[in-house]
């Protein structure tokens, strides 16, 4: 038989007993709802599918799209393609791209240098040194276009900044882009600070390293943010450079 005090002993370890687990649960379950890593309690970051600034799914033919983003590049020495593969370009804008920058490498007179980076939260140089325009280097540009996925979020300072160390002596940077920037913004001075950073900090610090004062021409896909079409616009405003929006 129980006794009375051990049945009551046993009724209170109960009780506190799913009262400690149920704690534990809720603190756990904050924990990964709150964590960085789950995008819960930050600033939005990019995914997939975003009803609010993404295009229908759709891979569109080149006949389907009659004027180009990029207009021929003709009167150049040489020309950094910069280009946003970041998650919001997943999708009809990634496939739109893709037919866009084979159009853009197709018009590429031979006399002139050229290469790609592609960026989302990280920077991937196609070349790391401009190559000449020639058949094989157009054929090998596009056959990298192709295989491109959008992924990521939006590191376009640092990606543009990377553009403009890479050779000095080019005057034109082709930047496509279809969001504000919201990751990897590196501070001057050396040091190095993971973060989000604001339009303005990106902007700052492509002004800060366009040492030789580089044309950026600006193909903003679909503005739908009023800060968005702003830094591109004074990108382009600011460097002597074009400003479109494309669609």
């Known amino acids: ?23 534990l649960f809720l ?24 009803p609010d600034i993404d295009l229908p799914i759709a891979s569109p033919e080149p006949k389907d799209i009659e004027d180009p983003w990029i207009p021929p590049i003709e009167d150049e020495e040489s020309v950094v393609f910069v280009i946003d593969i970041s998650g919001s370009m997943y999708g009809s804008r990634i496939a739109k791209a893709k037919v866009e920058l084979s159009k853009a490498i197709d018009a590429l007179p031979p006399n002139i240098k050229f290469t790609f980076i ?21 054929s090998a540009a596009k056959q990298y276009v192709n295989k491109l996925q959008a992924w990521g979020a939006t590191g376009t300072g640092p990606a543009v900044k990377k553009a ?36 303005q900090d ?20 679909q503005p739908w943010s009023g800060s968005y079409r702003q830094f591109c616009q004074s990108i382009a405003q600011q460097t002597g450079g074009k400003y479109k929006e494309v669609q």
């Open 1 to 23: 038989m129980v006794h009375k005090n051990q049945k009551s002993f046993f009724l209170k370890f109960q009780k506190n007993s799913f009262s400690f687990l149920l704690t």
């Open 27 to 50: 603190y756990f379950f904050s924990l990964v709802l709150f964590s960085p890593t789950m995008g819960y309690g930050q600033p939005p970051k990019e995914g997939k599918h975003n």
């Open 118 to 138: 592609f960026y989302d939260c990280t920077v991937q140089i196609w070349k790391t040194e401009l190559v000449d325009a020639s058949e094989a280097n157009k």
């Open 164 to 199: 403009l160390e890479l050779d000095r002596k080019n005057k034109l940077i082709v930047l496509l882009t279809d969001g504000a920037p919201n990751c990897m913004y590196y501070e001057s001075g050396g040091t190095l600070f993971h973060g989000y950073g604001t339009c």
């Open 202 to 221: 990106h902007l700052n610090l492509i002004l800060g390293s366009n040492r030789q004062k580089a044309q950026i021409d600006v193909y903003a896909i």
